[in-house]
Structure formats: structure tokens, C-alpha cells
């Protein structure tokens, strides 16, 4: 009844799409062999904090619970646009381990009743030349893009393009170019 | 077990509908006396110019406004907070323009969510800070996602015809009065029934589009706050516009909304200004009631 919500003037927020978050170790790897990425260990998950109480109450608890294992802490940052980071830290061999925990953050915000207010999860990787490259995962859609920044606000598009098809696979990668929207400096890059 | 802390607002919802349906009600009253009376060539005429009106909406909005589109790297703050916004409602990326102009006002028009435009001024872009740009872009993103242009251009329409027909009988009783004395006798009193019915059915739809607007006028900032989630930044970027406004001269007002005079339907324009035209808006103390009732059941403990 999508005309109905439109002539009436609502619409429901939309949640995640968490399950095809697990589509990341097969395209690491991939990466590894086809292209030489390898992945640094590290992941975030981005979301845009609620004002109030709840929120905060549930990201303390969060982190808490994410520390709990003895590894290293998860990191909290808030960057220009008032989105909330919250950086995983793994050994760079396990990346099931670190989709694990990037996928229970997610779950936590949902079931908190915050699943709107993800935006994405990405998963770093770097090449031997130095080059860095994240794959960003938009749960709204519950596709991935690739995001390649070089030097100051500059993408890397044929590298972005390079691992498009590379992983396309393994993967459903987001069809529509316009919401490959940049992370620059996004923490676990 | 998923929570959701979205509360659907339910009567907001109903009074929509019931306005929808007056509105119908009453274009079904005037066409069953158009048609009546074979004036249904009226009907295609405004039909056509708004479906026009509509067709461009985007383009006509932009040049009245002076709005010129922006590349990323032109505006890369403002294509950043749209970027994330429409990642976070999942709909597709609309244009994004700037007028150049220092009233403070942001609309958003097009005819589907594929064809919108944002457009935000410097004026407002000076004057509020990131999180109340990113209220003020949530609450017009909202419109897109409404589809309010399409939902209001059809709206307007009874109103438009009701008007058009108006003058057309006032012309045609200056200019052709000799002519339908001439002719039948019956001509007098059909001009006059679809005067009459055309002046009662304009007043009604007057209104009726007004409370609609602002019905959707709510709906849009309920809508973008539930994005963000933060009720209180929407909150106070309207606090400031609106006082803002008020301390600006009214020529500045008036050159930013030059094609409502153009069009003859000042009641309901194709973009939907964030303050430019407080009589299709609801009170302040209302949106920002509204707002302080979405804060309080975004900070509920989870049970």
C-alpha cells in the first residue's frame, strides 16, 4: 500500500538487513588472492545516536559488553556530521571474529528499537603498496560498495571499480553508483 | 524481541484522509456540474497546466528560487549530510542546489523521489549549524519521500479549476453578454449556477489544501525527526528561522517567492519552503510540540 502511506504522509524508518554482513570473509578473501588486499582487523559500525537518555544508556552498555571478552576495547568517536563510530580491533586473521562483532552491534541497536538508525558497517583492508580500501556495507539496502580513498579528498575509482568485480561474487554489491557515498578519515579505514 | 520506537501518529494520519476525501467530495460535486453543462473543455485546460506545473515542478521551483545545482566538490558539507540522510532512509540521492539569496529557507520539489531537488539557501546555510541543517534536509527529504508535489498538485487541483472557471464566467458575462442574449435564453442561468458553484467550491478547497499542507507539514517534520533522531536540533532550527523571518524585510520575502504571484494559485506552490509561506505551515508552538513529544519517546528506557 505504498500510495496509501504516500497520500497519507508516513513512513515506517527502515531497519538493517544484518544476515548478508556475513558475506565478508569470503570476499577477504578473494581480495587476498585476486588483488593482494589484505584486511587490518579493524571494523566500525556507523550510526547516527537518538537524543535522550535510552541512547546513551544502551551504547554504555554496549561497549561494556563488547569489552567484556578481555580483547582490545572497542573505540567510540563522533565525526563531523554527528554520526557515532564505534572501531573494532582484530587480529587481522580472524575476520569472521571481527564480522561477528560488528553484526552484534548492529543487533544491539536493533533490538533497542535503534535499527533505523544504523547507517553502515565497513571492514578496512590495505594492499602492500599502501594502498586502503573499506568495504562498506549499507544495511538499509543490504548491499556493500567499495570506498578507496587516496590523498585528500580523492577516491580511487578504478580501484573501486577493480574490486566491484572482483568480489561481485561473494557479495551483492550496491547497483545504484549515486549511494557509493564517500567516508573520508571514517575510523577503521 | 525488535522493538520500535517509531509511534505512528494516527489521527494525523485519519485527518489527512478525511481532508483528501472532502477535497474529492467536492471535486466531484463541481465535475458533475461541468460535465453537466459540457464545460468539461475547462477541465482539460487546467488539467494540462498542471500536469505541466508538475512535469517541471523541479525546474520551475530552482529558477524561481535562483537555486543552480552543486557538484560534491562545489558543496561537499551539504552533499555529505544529504548523502547520509538518504543512506539512512534508504531512498534514492536528489540534486542538490543552492540559491544564492539570505533568506533563510531550504524546500525540496520534484515530480517523483527520482526527480527531486534539494535546494538549500546561504542564508540558511549561515545561519544554522550542522546538526540544524541536517533537521531542516531531514524534514525536506521527508517531502520527497511524502511525494508531496504530486500529492498537493493533485490536492490544488479542484481549487485551480474552481478559480479558473470563476474568472472565465466574469470575462464571459463582461465580454459576452450580448452574445448569449442573442442566442438561447437558458445561457444566463448556466453561467450563473457554475459561478455560484465555482466561488463556494474555491473557498472550500481554500481551505481545505491549506489544512492539508499543514497536515503534511507535520507529517514532514515527524517523518525527519524519526530520521535523525534528534527531534530537538529540527526544534531549534525552526526556533531560529521563524525569528529570524520575522526581523527580515519584505522585499526580501517577496522576491523569494516570485512565481506564487506568477501562477494564480497563490494557495498551493510546487515547493515546499520551510517558512516562506506561514499561512501553509502549522504554528510553531505546534511543530515544536510535535517534536517534544517524539524526544520524550525517543529517550523511553527500553522496556
Known amino acids: 500500500m505504498k500510495w496509501l502511506d504516500a497520500a497519507l504522509g508516513r513512513n515506517k524508518p527502515t531497519g538493517p538487513d544484518l544476515d548478508r554482513l556475513f558475506g565478508v570473509p569470503d570476499a577477504a578473501i578473494t581480495l587476498q588472492v585476486s588483488l593482494g588486499m589484505l584486511p587490518t582487523g579493524l571494523g566500525s559500525v556507523c550510526f547516527r545516536a537518538a537524543e535522550g537518555a535510552a541512547f546513551s544508556t544502551m551504547q554504555d552498555d554496549l561497549q561494556q559488553l563488547l569489552d567484556a571478552d578481555g580483547g582490545p576495547k572497542v573505540e567510540a568517536s563522533t565525526d563531523a556530521y554527528g554520526f557515532t563510530w564505534l572501531l573494532a580491533r582484530h587480529d587481522p586473521a580472524d575476520v569472521p ?7 552484534a552491534v548492529n543487533s544491539t541497536l536493533q533490538d533497542n528499537g535503534f535499527g533505523p538508525a544504523v547507517l553502515c558497517s565497513l571492514v578496512g583492508f590495505t594492499a602492500s603498496d599502501g594502498r586502503r580500501l573499506a568495504l562498506v556495507y549499507l544495511s538499509k539496502r543490504g548491499t556493500f560498495y567499495p570506498f578507496a580513498p587516496s590523498g585528500a579528498e580523492q577516491r580511487d575509482t578504478a580501484l573501486e571499480l577493480q574490486v566491484r568485480s572482483a568480489v561481485a561474487e561473494d557479495m551483492r554489491i550496491e547497483p ?3 549511494r557509493w557515498f564517500p567516508v573520508w578519515g571514517a575510523p577503521g579505514l | 524481541m525488535t522493538t520500535s ?3 505512528p501518529d494516527r489521527g494525523l494520519s485519519a485527518r489527512m484522509g478525511f481532508t483528501i476525501f472532502l477535497l474529492g467530495a467536492l471535486f466531484v460535486v463541481l465535475g458533475s456540474v461541468l460535465v453537466y453543462y459540457f464545460a468539461f473543455w475547462g477541465l482539460v485546460f487546467v488539467g ?8 517541471f515542478s523541479d525546474r520551475i521551483a530552482l529558477y524561481s528560487m535562483g537555486g543552480h545545482e552543486v557538484t560534491p566538490e562545489q558543496a561537499p558539507q551539504l552533499h555529505a549530510i544529504v548523502d547520509r540522510l538518504c543512506a539512512l532512509a534508504d531512498m534514492p540521492k536528489p540534486k542538490v542546489a543552492i540559491a544564492d539569496t539570505d533568506v533563510p529557507n531550504a524546500f525540496a520539489t520534484g515530480r517523483s523521489p527520482k526527480r527531486a531537488v534539494v535546494c538549500a539557501t546561504t542564508g540558511i546555510m549561515r545561519r544554522l549549524d550542522e546538526r540544524e541543517l541536517e533537521g531542516v534536509l531531514s524534514h525536506e527529504l521527508s517531502h520527497v519521500a511524502h511525494r508531496d508535489v504530486t500529492v498537493m498538485t493533485l490536492a490544488s487541483f479542484v481549487g485551480v479549476l474552481a478559480g479558473f472557471l470563476t474568472r472565465m464566467a466574469i470575462y464571459s458575462g463582461m465580454f459576452g453578454g450580448r452574445r448569449s442574449s442573442n442566442n438561447d435564453s437558458g445561457g444566463a442561468p448556466v453561467i450563473l449556477i457554475i459561478t455560484l458553484v465555482s466561488v463556494i467550491v474555491y473557498a472550500l478547497s481554500f481551505l481545505l489544501t ?8 507535520l507529517a514532514a517534520d515527524r517523518a525527519g525527526a524519526f530520521l535523525t533522531g534528534q527531534p530537538s536540533a529540527l526544534a531549534s532550527a ?4 521563524s525569528g529570524e523571518m520575522g526581523r527580515i524585510p519584505t522585499k526580501d520575502l517577496r522576491q523569494a517567492e516570485p512565481f506564487n504571484a506568477f501562477f494564480f494559485t497563490p494557495a498551493v506552490a510546487p515547493g515546499f519552503s520551510i517558512s516562506s509561506l506561514f499561512s501553509t505551515h502549522p504554528s510553531l508552538e505546534k511543530r515544536l510540540d510535535q517534536l517534544g513529544r517524539i ?3 525517543l529517550g523511553r528506557p527500553t522496556a
Do not use: C, M, N, P
Not at chain 2, 494540462?48 to 512535469?55: D, E, S
Open chain 1, 97 to 103: 571474529g571481527l564480522v561477528t562483532e560488528l553484526h
Open chain 1, 176 to 178: 545504484d553508483l549515486a
Open chain 2, 5 to 7: 520506537r517509531y509511534l
Open chain 2, 48 to 55: 494540462g497546466f498542471l500536469a505541466v506545473q508538475w512535469f
Open chain 2, 210 to 217: 491549506r489544512t492539508l499542507s499543514r497536515y503534511r507539514e
Open chain 2, 238 to 241: 525552526l526556533t531560529k528561522i
Open chain 2, 295 to 297: 524526544s520524550a519517546e
